[in-house]
């Protein structure tokens, strides 16, 4: 369910860019970093540096992304005047995959400043943190049964629909109802490949000589080393996802339609006035 949360009319793009409004936005600084803020306490210096190479971040994303996001929500739109297939769907996700992608990019360098100035203590604390999260998650999820795992499947994506649409026809629920019983599980598969990519990062954040370039060499080759049934799954699950949307989309009624444009109108206003405000 993580890449739906793409999927949906770019609300991972509307996250990123903070389009609720300027004062989100302007926050960046520290919405960026959670998982370090939730993961590491860091000293009043090494606050200072980290916060000082996210405002050359954020002028670069300001700068540069927004714009992109404001292009992307005019596609969706003109999309939306004619049936939507799979595809396109598939298209909006891509494009979201991109802007996280092009993100990361500018914030590992970030990321492994902060990494080699951190104390042995602090990284041992970072590295348990993974841990224990790794253990709430299986908790959380693999003790599901499958009745479980298909109806918090089917209430994420009527719920993520619902945001953009409003409530939900039954016509558009039973498109929801058949999808997430369609679905293969792969709670499990993902849990495992994250247990394994978590094992990688340990070993390597015990920071020997060129741990950085072994991460970047372990983050290009990730996707290469997950397994086939993983693939597989994934593959299948995409499939289905996309063409639910789709479908749900294409079903939308008139006052759906009319919300559904005024969510990415709300969207495209609140980033060009991002984009004006300039630095």
Request: hydrophobic letters at 40%; aromatic letters at 8%; one cysteine or more.
């Amino acid at each position: 369910m993580k890449r739906l949360r793409i999927f949906v009319l770019v609300s991972f793009l509307a996250a990123l860019a903070g389009c609720s409004n300027s004062f989100v936005y302007n926050q960046l600084d520290w919405l960026i970093p959670w998982y370090l803020g939730d993961y590491v306490d860091l000293n009043r210096e090494q606050q200072r540096a980290f916060k000082q190479e996210l405002r050359v971040l954020l002028r670069w994303h300001r700068s540069e992304e927004l714009a992109r996001y404001v292009e992307l929500l005019d596609g969706i739109e003109a999309d939306l005047d004619q049936p939507l297939a799979a595809e396109q769907i598939e298209a909006w996700a891509n494009h979201a995959l991109a802007a996280y992608q092009r993100i990361e990019d500018r914030m590992l360098p970030i990321v492994f400043d902060l990494g080699r100035d951190l104390s042995d203590e602090q990284m041992a604390d970072f590295i348990e943190k993974l841990k224990d999260d790794q253990r709430e998650l299986e908790e959380k999820y693999l003790e599901r049964s499958d009745e479980e795992y298909v109806e918090d499947t089917e209430d994420n994506l009527a719920e993520n629909l619902g945001d953009f649409l409003g409530r939900l026809s039954a016509e558009q629920r039973e498109v929801i109802e058949i999808a997430a019983a369609s679905l293969l599980r792969f709670d499990a598969a993902w849990l495992d490949e994250r247990r394994q990519w978590n094992t990688t990062l340990t070993r390597l954040l015990q920071r020997e000589p060129g741990w950085e370039e072994a991460i970047m060499t372990a983050l290009e080759e990730r996707d290469a080393n997950r397994t086939e049934s993983y693939r597989s799954a994934y593959a299948h699950n995409a499939v289905i996802i996309n063409q639910s949307i789709a479908d749900v989309l294409n079903l939308r009624s008139e006052k759906q339609d009319r919300r559904l444009r005024g969510e990415i109108e709300d969207l495209r206003r609140d980033l060009r006035k991002l984009i004006a405000q300039g630095d």
